[in-house]
């Protein structure tokens, strides 16, 4: 039996279905369904059980489990409220690796490339606390998951016990099907999906930094079903332990991607570029890019989906449907 918190949500759906689609239905999701429409994430998956937060530590007691998959973590890189944050992203994780490593439970979760902040000291997944320390988080979301990377790196560095596997992946820019409860926080692509199928103008940041041109910022894009992939390939691979970046090891443009939605189209960019907020101007992110060596290293052969082929298909196969869910 495996556990996924946070199943209900983006990631976590992709990774119940890709389980399922492997024949593993003996999945019981950890999450809050709220009234955001989550629920449509599950409604074609075989689950065994569903269990609260609320229940989650009374459900554990006493459970066998092949692996806890943690997903859930308040996400949004907007969120301000310290003490929920805290609770959910590093509390409840702490909880949870201290009972994988009581009941010799394989635990895979998720770190995340806001762990990074500016990307000044780069984007390589260097767990050495000294590495670690330098890093800062721009956002109450990353900070609350850089804390407990370092906890658990502080752990095996003093020697204490930990899980049988321990995996933490800095996923970075993720699109993908059941993303629609995520408002804001959506990838560009379902953003602005509607705008570009009707033959709407679709706008994008201006560039207020030399050297880079307007709507040339780029982000590390990687499609779900390839996290979904890294994911199983760690169950498969009960040896391998670390903090991996999860990216495809290539930067794309904005314009990139919204050009990407158009031709899966079959239309010709409608690209205009309107001024960034001064609010955010300061603390805005112009490249990010995974260093994915150490993910090779540790032996994962998979390869990442081209940006124009990922849009594709999550256009084709969702967003263009009358059923956008996975």
């Not at 609260?52 to 066998?64: F, I, S, T, V, Y």
Request: contains cysteine; hydrophobic residues 40%.
């Amino acid at each position: 039996m495996l556990l996924v918190t946070g199943g209900a949500g983006f990631i976590g759906s992709n990774i119940v279905a890709g389980l399922n689609e492997a024949g593993r239905n003996d999945i019981v999701v950890n999450d809050v369904l709220g009234s955001e429409g989550k629920w449509r994430n599950l409604q074609k998956r075989r689950l065994a059980d569903f269990v609260p937060p609320a229940d989650l530590a009374r459900w554990l007691d006493g459970r066998k489990l092949d692996a806890v998959i943690h997903m859930g973590a308040i996400s949004a890189t907007t969120a301000i409220d310290g003490d929920a944050v805290m609770d959910s992203n590093f509390r409840l994780s702490l909880m949870l690796l201290d009972w994988c490593t009581e009941t010799r439970t394989p635990f895979i979760y998720a770190s995340s490339a806001a762990t990074y902040g500016d990307g000044e000291e780069g984007f390589v997944d260097d767990p050495a606390p000294e590495a670690l320390a330098r890093l800062k988080p721009m956002n109450l979301y990353g900070w609350s998951k850089h804390l407990f990377d370092q906890a658990l790196i502080e752990r095996e560095r003093t020697h204490k016990k930990l899980p049988p596997q321990w995996a933490g992946l800095k996923f970075f820019n993720v699109f993908g099907p059941n993303e629609y409860h995520k408002g804001e926080m959506m990838s560009l692509v379902a953003k602005r999906f509607d705008e570009a199928r009707a033959g709407r103008t679709v706008t994008l940041f201006k560039s207020h930094r030399d050297g880079v041109g307007d709507g040339e910022q780029a982000r590390d894009f990687i499609y779900v079903d390839d996290v979904v992939s890294v994911v199983r390939w760690l169950l498969k691979s009960p040896d391998v332990s670390g903090i991996f970046n999860v990216g495809t090891g290539r930067a794309r443009s904005f314009r990139d991607l919204i050009g990407a939605v158009f031709a899966a189209l079959g239309r010709t960019p409608l690209i205009d570029y309107v001024d960034m907020p001064m609010s955010i101007r300061h603390t805005y992110q112009y490249f990010t890019q995974a260093a994915v060596e150490n993910l090779r290293a540790a032996g994962y052969n998979g390869g990442f989906t081209p940006l124009e082929e990922a849009v594709r298909h999550y256009v084709v196969s969702y967003l263009d449907t009358p059923d956008r869910y996975r």
